[in-house]
């Protein structure tokens, strides 16, 4: 994890004294500008801090943000996946709850809870969550939302659901990866071995594969003794991934 830089102490002050900067017009609109732009900063700065890994000092900018604007809905939500990372769920729920509150029509934030709530196994709330930002007619990429939604039901586990939510997914974008692998795995785990070869090819038609994909291609075609469509898989697995655990696994078993 690379070093965070480190900000002298008098940056904050600069920062909270920007918001009581006045004009010499007497313009009450200059405060506000300078509140905004404070916030932003400390925003930007907590949101760097994060990706970085250094969660204490992303949490105070993001703290000091929502001080100065507590309007900010997007600190609210980086807050909240913080505060997660620090292992503070309590907190966490809280600033999730607050990021809907300040922008109740971001079904982006509506679906990073409905995964917190996945998490902490509120599968009740998270399915409230999940279908909110699903049905939401701006989220051209609801099919992204019903998959983890169906993700989280197998969690649960409700596979029926989880099914059902895959399917929409499917009808919203045919060819949508992370949707068809589901459901080949859904499938799999029901030993319905046609089906889940059906929905493994039709995932190899529109997308690239890992090692890992290969090698459950592999498997479902022997649990099929369908020996010409194992070896298939194999030869292709070794062929374009021959330094991965799973190659050294079928050639270890031949």
Not at 55 to 66: G, I, M, Q, S
């Amino acid at each position: 994890m690379r070093p965070s830089n480190l900000f002298v102490a008098g940056m904050i002050s600069i920062f909270l004294m920007a918001g009581c900067v006045t004009s010499t017009t007497g313009s009450i609109t200059e405060p506000v500008r300078d509140n905004k732009a404070a916030a932003s900063t400390n925003y930007q700065l907590g949101a760097r801090y994060y990706q970085q890994g250094s969660y204490e000092l992303a949490r105070d900018r993001l703290l000091l943000a929502l001080e100065i604007d507590p309007t900010m809905g997007d600190a609210y939500t980086t807050l909240a996946l913080t505060y997660e990372a620090l292992d503070v769920p309590r907190l966490a729920k809280q600033a999730y709850e607050d990021a809907i509150r300040v922008k109740p029509k971001d079904f982006v934030v509506q679906n990073t809870y409905a995964v917190f709530l996945c998490r902490q196994k509120d599968y009740i709330q998270a399915t409230k969550y999940f279908d909110r930002a699903a049905t939401h007619t701006e989220n051209d990429d609801s099919q992204i939302t019903l998959t983890n939604a169906g993700v989280c039901m197998v969690q649960k586990p409700d596979l029926d659901a989880a099914e059902s939510y895959f399917r929409r997914a499917l009808d919203r974008k045919p060819n949508y990866g992370e949707a068809l692998l589901q459901m080949c795995l859904l499938k799999y785990q029901a030993e319905d071995y046609l089906s889940a070869r059906a929905f493994l090819q039709r995932y190899l038609s529109a997308n690239v594969p890992t090692a890992g994909i290969l090698y459950l291609g592999s498997r479902i075609e022997d649990l099929l003794d369908n020996d010409r469509g194992r070896v298939e898989f194999e030869d292709r697995l070794i062929r374009e991934f021959p330094t991965s655990p799973e190659a050294r696994k079928v050639l270890g078993s031949g």
